[in-house]
């Protein structure tokens, strides 16, 4: 009865070391296989998008930028850059990040080809179409307790959009069928918030929470790749590795 008593706890032992790793790869494989689903549905629509047009919608960031690099030639009094210039001291052009004149266009088509449920334009945490997320700022803070709001702020600086108050109460969000949350950072950007699975747990940058673009050239089909503003909680990854995974399984 000893011996089996012992057996039986070494055993309870193991169990209990394992068990948590075991649980823990289980639900990143969980995430991976929705990001995938989610991922190809983007890609799905992209593509649809051109039949439905009858070609391309100008709306992507370069695929690889065809100017020169940027330079900060103003800030704003908590030090974060409101205006840039080319590094010559020429003014930005237009479509320095891209060509994005029909952005709204293309939006309106990738919705009519998905069933929406729930669409909140403006306060959609209080609406209950998203959970409380961190946004690109607090997420700095949550990763570093040493950050002050000020730095914060700065180091969110381009991501305005996507800072937590701004996510929260100022986002239009749209939930599909399968559940996933769908978030623009505006209607004329193609740069996106997209939760693979919706409300569920544990609603996290870089677990389930990730930014999508879209980005081509003059010449290239549109594509969904890694989406600037990404910055995973801690344990988390960024969108690049997610997609990098999709394709080192094929």
């Known amino acids: 009865m000893a011996e089996v008593l012992i ?12 068990f948590p790793s075991i649980i823990g790869y289980y639900q ?21 998008s051109e039949v439905d047009l009858g070609g391309k ?14 330079v900060c030639v103003e800030y704003d009094d908590r030090g974060a850059c409101t205006k ?22 293309l939006l309106n088509n990738i919705l009519s080809n998905v069933e929406v449920i729930s669409k909140c334009e403006g306060q959609a945490y209080a609406k209950g179409c998203i959970p409380e997320y961190e946004g690109v700022d607090t997420v700095r803070q949550v990763n570093d307790p040493d950050m002050t709001e000020d730095e914060a702020y700065v180091a969110s600086a381009g991501c305005g959009y996507f800072r937590k108050n701004a996510i929260l109460n100022d986002r239009t969000a749209y939930v ?24 569920k747990g544990p609603n996290k940058w870089g677990y389930d929470l990730f930014t999508l673009r879209i980005k081509s050239n003059n010449f290239k089909p549109l594509k969904i790749d890694d989406g600037d ?7 988390g990854v960024t969108t690049a590795k997610m997609i990098e995974n999709i394709y080192s399984r094929k």
């Open 7 to 18: 057996t039986l706890g070494v055993i309870g032992i193991v169990a209990a070391l394992t």
């Open 28 to 48: 990143k494989k969980v995430l991976q296989e929705q990001f995938k689903v989610a991922y190809s549905m983007l890609s799905q629509l992209l593509l649809k």
């Open 57 to 70: 919608a100008e709306c992507y960031y370069w695929d690889v930028n065809p100017y020169g690099t940027l």
């Open 84 to 105: 840039y210039t080319l590094s010559d001291g020429s003014p930005l052009p237009s479509n320095y990040t891209g060509n994005m004149t029909e952005c709204g266009v």
């Open 176 to 199: 599909f069928k399968n559940g996933i949350i769908f978030m623009p950072y505006s209607p004329n950007t193609p740069l996106y918030i997209v939760d693979i699975n919706g409300k």
């Open 229 to 235: 503003c990404m910055f995973p909680e801690k344990g």
